[in-house]
Every structure is written in structure tokens, then in C-alpha cells.
């Protein structure tokens, strides 16, 4: 892995110090100099575009054409979007008309809530960076970036580039492990913004706890794919097999799972092999090194091969692993059963278990006796089918025919619910996150002749007139 130079744990205080003094310095009040530093940062991933490809290689063995699929270019479009919103968004909104109180000019403003911390993690460490960098500047707030040291090329790349093309009073990072984030969580943000797993999750809120610091949870689990007899064969396996494999597995709104009827297990799993000779002749490793990501480390690879090692399913495609290069093939594995090694936690790798169900109903009763998921997958051309899964059931996200993209569909929010997380981003919910609704009104002096009433000495008379 390239070496990360972590930040000095005397020097996280001051950087909060300096963000907190940038927030007061009000160069933010300035709606074009946040457009400025949008602006900016569309300029440093997009002159830098071939860099964060090779660090995200780097660090994931990502495939150039993914990374700039599912980073690089929906970074640059979140970039410019809020630039072209944030006048709008920002702008005070009036309340609905009321007789009673238009005359005291109700306003709701859009104002910043102040320093925000971000803390990302390695799967996909420059789109969860960049995202919530813009909605946090187009709102008004000064920002710590915490990156993910398990994705030490790209971190460097941001400690590099950001004080190159960004105010640094405005925007600072501090790269570093356990140590550093806990001296970071020890401090007062005004709202922290953590991405990761969900026993961390507990930690960051625990510490946001003691300084009553808001917090946005985006945190992972089992999504569950529901396939029935309807769906369109061809369309479920490319895009399942394609959602699974993105980023060798390691994507927080990956079809974890899938469940399917029993008497339409054997036709839905041969078609599912069939895209699998397709996708990946013979094998992904020997076929195509720049096709397939590898496992973030050791530990990583490790556990999916345990999963993998342990599970009673059949391998009915791929199964190969390589601890050198941390290669994991892509892996269907079925008759898997629901206490499988391959059923107990989010697998984040490319191996997918195909559970038998009886029919919808029994699908529904499975996903509902887990925690709800990130993102339900439903394949089928009933509509009946699609309303059924979706009316019955709770997850962060809901796609019919689709996986993986919802997340980047402009105007969607994206979250989790329950141990999946909580609050929402993307785009303007991201504005919205990191900005305090401040109610005000402006009271003129002649409202008292109408509003006299309330003076005392209190008399009923007075009252009802
Ligand atoms: P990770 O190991 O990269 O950790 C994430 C961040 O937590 C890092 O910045 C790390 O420094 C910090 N961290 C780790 N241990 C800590 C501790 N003890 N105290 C304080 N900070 C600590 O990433 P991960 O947690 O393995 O990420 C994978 C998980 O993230 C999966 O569950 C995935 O589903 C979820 N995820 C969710 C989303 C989403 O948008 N909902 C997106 C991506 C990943």
C-alpha cells in the first residue's frame, strides 16, 4: 500500500480552531465565493481526473473505465449541479400565508450550521468525499475532511490537492487511523457526517452525543434482491451480475443476496451463467486483470474467503481467490440457506448467494426478519409484484428492474433506515443537511393596535375585541 503521512494529533486541534475562526471570518456569507470554491473543486477533479484514476487503481485495483463511471464523472456532476442551484436553494422561502401573522414578515432561512466533519471510508473515497464537500461549501459551512486511511493513494491525493485549489481557511483534511479520528471525535463540530460500517457508526454517534452535535449516518447491511418468474432474464442477470461485481463487491448498495421462487430457481441461475461465461471468459483473474477490482486488504480478502470457505451452498460459478493479489473471482454460490456463512453479515465482496424461497410472500417475511437494508432490489414485470415488496417491507432506497445507480439519480435522496443509517444526501438533501432553517420574523409597531391585547393589565374585553 503507498505510504500516508497521517496528520500530527497536536495539530488536529488547531486545524479545528482554524476552521471554526475561517467560519466567523463570514467569506462564506458570499454566495459567489462559494460558487467560486465549487467551481475550484470541479477544477481539481477534472484537471486531476487522471491522477484519482491511478490512486483509485491504486487502491482498489479499480478499473480506469469504472473509476471514472461511478466517481470521478458523478463527482464532477454533483460539482455542477449545486453550482447551478445553490442561489436557488439557498434563497429564504416564505411560509404559507397566514392572516394572523403575514404582517410580521415570517421568513425561513437558509443559514449555514458551521464547521461540519466529514469521515469517509475506503470503498468509494472520492465520490463520498466530494459529495458532501459540495453540499456543505453551497451551504455556507467550513469543512474537516477525515478521509479513509484504508485508501491511503487516493487520501494523499486530497492532502495534496485541496490546499492547492481550495481556501484553506475554509477546507482542511486530516488523513490518519483510529488514533487521529478519535482525537477528531473528541472535538465540537456542528454536524459530523460519517460514511462507513455501522459499528463505527456507534462510536461517531456516541461521541457526537456529548457535544450535541448532530449526526448523519450512512452505513451499510444486506441488500436483498427479490426475483420473480416475470422478470426479464436477460436484463436481471447483466445487471445483477454487473451491480455484484462493481468494485469486486465493495459497495454499500450491492445486491447482497437473492431470493427466487423455488420452481424458478434452476432457470433464473442458468441464465445467470450464462452473462457470467460472457462478462468474464473464461475467469475474471486470467481473462481480464483490468476488468475486476481487488480486495481493499489483506483483512478484507481474508474474511470473504472465510465466508466462502465456510459456506454449505455450491459454487456454481467462479470460486477462485489469490491472497497475493488479493483476488476474489465472482462467485454464485447456490442453495444457500438462511444460516449460511454467507447470511450472517453484509458479505462486501464479489460473491453472491442465491437463496430458494417458496414464493413473494416468503421473500417478504425473510427480508423482514433482518435489519432493513440499504437499497431492495425487486426484478419482475408484475406490477402487482412490485407494489407487493415495496408496501410490506422497509429499506433505505427501493429499485425496480435496476441495481446500484439510484444513489447517483439527481434529485433522490440517498440513506439509509434503522441499522442501515439515518439522514439523507445527495445534491440538495445534502444543501439541506448542513443547513439550520432559521425562522425570523420582523415585527412592525403598528401591529399593536391589533395585537394590543396582549398587554396588561389582561382584560377579556380587551381580549376579544
Ligand atoms: P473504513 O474501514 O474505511 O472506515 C470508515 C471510516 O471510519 C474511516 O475514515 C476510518 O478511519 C474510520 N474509523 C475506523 N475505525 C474507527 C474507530 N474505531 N473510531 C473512529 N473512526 C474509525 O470503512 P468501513 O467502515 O469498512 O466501510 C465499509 C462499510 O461502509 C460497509 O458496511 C458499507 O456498506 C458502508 N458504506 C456505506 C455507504 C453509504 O452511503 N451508506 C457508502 C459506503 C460504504
Keep these: 500500500m503507498p505510504e500516508l503521512a497521517y ?28 460558487k467560486y470554491q465549487l467551481l475550484q473543486l470541479g477544477y481539481l477533479v477534472q484537471e486531476n481526473a487522471d491522477r484519482l484514476e491511478g490512486a483509485l487503481k491504486a487502491d482498489l485495483g479499480r ?20 453550482y447551478k442551484n445553490v442561489e436557488k436553494w439557498a434563497k429564504p422561502e416564505s411560509p404559507e400565508f397566514h392572516m394572523n401573522f403575514f404582517a ?52 494523499a491525493l486530497f492532502a495534496e490537492l485541496i490546499p492547492k485549489y481550495l481556501d484553506n481557511d475554509l477546507i482542511r483534511v486530516i488523513n490518519g487511523g483510529i488514533a487521529e479520528t478519535t482525537k477528531v471525535l473528541e472535538l465540537q463540530w456542528d454536524h459530523i457526517i460519517y460514511t462507513g460500517s455501522g459499528r463505527v457508526g456507534k462510536i461517531v454517534a456516541t461521541a457526537a452525543a456529548k457535544h450535541l452535535t448532530p449526526v448523519t449516518l450512512e452505513l451499510g447491511g444486506k441488500s436483498p434482491v427479490v426475483v420473480d418468474s416475470t422478470c426479464d432474464l436477460k436484463t436481471v442477470s447483466k445487471r445483477l451480475l454487473w451491480g455484484k461485481c462493481v468494485n469486486a463487491g465493495q459497495t454499500c448498495v450491492a445486491p447482497d443476496y437473492v431470493l427466487v421462487p423455488r420452481s424458478f430457481h434452476d432457470t433464473f441461475v442458468k441464465a445467470l451463467k450464462d452473462t457470467y461465461d460472457e462478462f468474464y471468459p473464461p475467469h475474471a483473474q486470467a481473462s481480464s486483470p483490468d476488468n475486476f477490482s481487488r480486495m481493499i ?13 465456510a459456506t454449505k451452498g455450491t459454487i456454481v460459478a467462479g470460486g477462485q481467490t489469490d491472497a497475493e493479489t488479493k483476488f476474489i473471482a465472482p462467485t454464485i454460490v447456490t442453495n444457500v440457506g438462511a444460516d449460511d456463512s454467507l447470511m450472517s453479515d453484509e458479505i462486501f465482496g464479489p460473491v453472491l448467494p442465491i437463496v430458494a424461497v417458496e414464493d413473494i410472500d416468503e421473500a417478504i417475511r425473510f427480508i423482514n426478519s433482518k435489519d432493513h437494508p440499504l437499497a431492495l432490489y425487486v426484478f419482475s414485470q408484475d406490477q402487482a409484484v412490485k407494489d407487493r415488496v415495496f408496501k410490506n417491507t422497509q429499506s433505505g432506497g427501493f429499485s425496480v428492474n435496476e441495481v446500484l445507480i439510484h444513489p447517483g439519480v439527481e434529485g433522490l435522496p440517498f440513506g439509509g433506515v434503522g441499522s442501515s443509517g439515518y439522514g439523507q444526501h445527495t445534491g440538495k438533501f445534502t444543501f439541506d443537511l448542513f443547513t439550520h432553517l432559521r425562522g425570523s420574523i420582523d415585527s412592525p409597531s403598528w401591529l399593536d393596535r391589533i395585537l394590543s391585547f396582549r398587554y396588561p393589565p389582561y382584560t377579556l374585553k380587551k381580549y376579544k375585541a
Design 7 to 34: 496528520t500530527p494529533l497536536d495539530e488536529i486541534e488547531k486545524i479545528h480552531a482554524e476552521l471554526k475562526a475561517g467560519f466567523k471570518s463570514g467569506k462564506l456569507n458570499s454566495i459567489a465565493y462559494r
Design 63 to 82: 478499473p480506469g473505465v469504472e473509476a471514472r463511471m461511478v466517481e470521478i464523472n458523478p463527482s464532477l456532476g454533483e460539482i455542477l449541479s449545486t
Design 104 to 155: 410580521m414578515r415570517p421568513k425561513i432561512n437558509k443559514v449555514p450550521k458551521g464547521t461540519i466533519l466529514i469521515i469517509t471510508p475506503f470503498n468509494y473515497p472520492l465520490w463520498l468525499a466530494i459529495g458532501p464537500i459540495v453540499g456543505a461549501i453551497a451551504a455556507g459551512n467550513t469543512v474537516a475532511l477525515k478521509p479513509a486511511e484504508n485508501a491511503p493513494a487516493t487520501s
Design 297 to 309: 486488504t489483506p483483512q478484507a480478502f481474508n474474511r470473504v474467503k472465510g465466508l466462502l470457505d
